[in-house]
């Protein structure tokens, strides 16, 4: 089955301090995975995708295919990335491209 | 570029009632999205179409829920008769293309439902 799990409903940390967020996958192919945000008000927009492979917002993610998994990580949090956050994955052989999202998870940080 | 536009952006009706939600992707985009995004869930799609056809409708409740895109570029999602389980917010996303290999999705800003 098709699945993303993000096991985590609310993250909570300081300014400063590191942040992982958790996201594991169960896919029978090859997968592309992302992390979608949703900022206060805002719509849900596309924050990174494991094959640019790139850091955006300090926010970096590495795909495991052993571990299945695919953590969102920053080394110093900031207020402004308190969102909501979800993992996604999409089928790279497939004709249709729909994403499956994971429940999401709430960042918070504070001061 | 102007976004996914999407009409209305609340709506309450009764069990039972009708409803209809319209979307209008980026202008050149060809694949269109619905999700449903239930409190505490993440968006799961109902529908995915490519230009005016039909890509991927496997999960939506066909008994109730129907879609279309005209012409390849406006879309409507109409529920009729409503259940209380359809309160949710109604997501429209548009892409570039479609066909195997992801293509970003541009999302709006959603049609929040709720049935009474």
């Known amino acids: 089955a098709q699945r993303v799990t993000q096991p985590e409903k609310l993250l909570s940390v300081f300014k400063g301090a590191p942040v992982e967020l958790k996201c594991n996958y169960s896919?029978?192919?090859?997968?592309?995975l992302f992390w979608y945000v949703q900022y206060s008000r805002q719509r849900l927009q596309l924050l990174l995708r494991h094959i640019s492979r790139e850091s955006i917002k300090g926010f970096t993610a590495d795909l495991n295919k052993g571990e299945t998994s695919f953590h969102l990580k920053k080394p110093f949090a900031q207020e402004e990335d308190s969102a909501m956050y979800y993992c996604?994955?999409?089928?790279?052989?497939?004709?249709?491209?729909?994403?499956?999202f994971g429940k999401g998870t709430t960042l918070s940080v504070s001061s | 570029e102007a976004g996914v536009a999407q009409s209305p952006r609340y709506k309450i009706i009764e069990k039972r009632q009708s409803v209809a939600f319209w979307c209008n992707p980026i202008s050149g985009h060809a694949t269109l999205y619905w999700y449903q995004q239930i409190l505490g869930q993440g968006p799961k799609l109902l529908i995915q179409?490519?230009?005016?056809?039909?890509?991927?409708d496997s999960q939506l409740p066909k008994d109730r829920f129907s879609a279309e895109r005209l012409k390849g570029v406006d879309s409507t999602l109409k529920i009729q008769p409503a259940k209380l389980e359809d309160s949710a917010v109604y997501l429209c996303?548009?892409?570039?293309?479609?066909?195997?290999?992801?293509?970003?999705?541009?999302f709006g800003p959603g049609t929040r439902l709720t049935v009474l």
């Open positions: 179409f490519q230009n005016n056809g039909v890509v991927d």
């Open positions: 896919y029978s192919g090859s997968p592309e």
């Open positions: 996604a994955l999409s089928g790279l052989n497939q004709a249709g491209t729909a994403l499956i």
């Open positions: 996303a548009s892409s570039s293309r479609g066909g195997a290999g992801y293509n970003e999705q541009f």
